[in-house]
């Protein structure tokens, strides 16, 4: 029995009223709720457009299109699998780059493996916790490259007081594990009007005003109940954030001292919203990872590994040359994420924090 879960999305009164209002309405798509939620999602980011779509997957290969890039893209291996099949979706070659102690990829392995055919860049800000976006974005414009951001585990995340997904085009998933929910859904941010135009024909057929068909286009298209829901939980994100945090510190001044745990770190200027709360178990702790997780689920603590096989090894990937990427296959062996979402209390961190001390 799991007591403890690993995320737990919440839905209050307010997301309630807000889906019956839509149901009672009966416009369903395309409506108020999704012009509001654009418009709020990017004034908080700071971005200039922010289009809604149906998922984060969607957000990427929009992008993707959008950008009209062909050729080699440099990402990560040690993240979710839509951030490299987006690239296999649009026809691009994937070319993953090892990560570092923040399990973020490692920005001067990236400028070593910038060659002629590379035409964009797609970093992750994987947990929540920000790459370095501002050197990437600068590397990016010296060699011509798009910038990507998958900020779809890092929604409010910042660099020195700027938002993730303002560095580049920024990609958000709102599944329901996320930082913020919509059930289903995804967004878009950018500066540029023309990318912008783009995604908004790619998600819903093409079309410019009615039935005026301007591109070939898919429908990606998010409902008005996501997006009422989208729009109540935007207002509590920075109150979930604040509460991730706090868990995260707490739990770091408990496991801190723990030998063999290692707390995550964050950058100097980085605001880390812990979309996970991710320990990595070296071999000086007296179990190995996997059998950590079994006696802490055994304990009713839902932890999970994020991510148990690094991309590079599925077969989908296989085709594809890449660099050294023992980092990435080291943190699979050894990362384990503990619960810290905003339902997890202090009774049950204090918990937490003991059962992994008594394993010690
Ligand atoms: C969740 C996630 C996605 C995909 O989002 P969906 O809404 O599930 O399609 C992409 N990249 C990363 C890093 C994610 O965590």
Redesign the pocket.
Known sequence: MISIPIAQPFIGDEEISAVREVLTSGRLTMGPNLDAFEEEFASFTGSEYAIAVN??????ICSLMAASVKGDIITTPF?????AS?ILFTHCRPVFVDIDDDYNINEEKIAESITDTTVALLP???YGNPCDARLLSDLAEDHDLVLIE?A??AHGAEIDGQKVGTFGIG?F???P??NMTTA???MITTSDADIAEKIRLLRNVGQGSAYEYRALGYNLRMTELSAAIGRIQLKRLDEFNRIRIQNAGYLSERLQPVEGIEVPRVGKGKKHVF?QYTVRVTDSFPLERDELQKALMDRGIGCRVYYPEPLHHLPMFSSFTHTDLTQSEKASAQVLSLPIHPGVSRDQLEYIATCIGDLS
């Open positions: 998922s984060g997957t969607s957000a990427l993240t979710f699998i839509s951030s987006s992750v800000h994987l998958d779809c585990q990609c998933s709102f599944y594990t996320k289903e859904g995804g979309h």
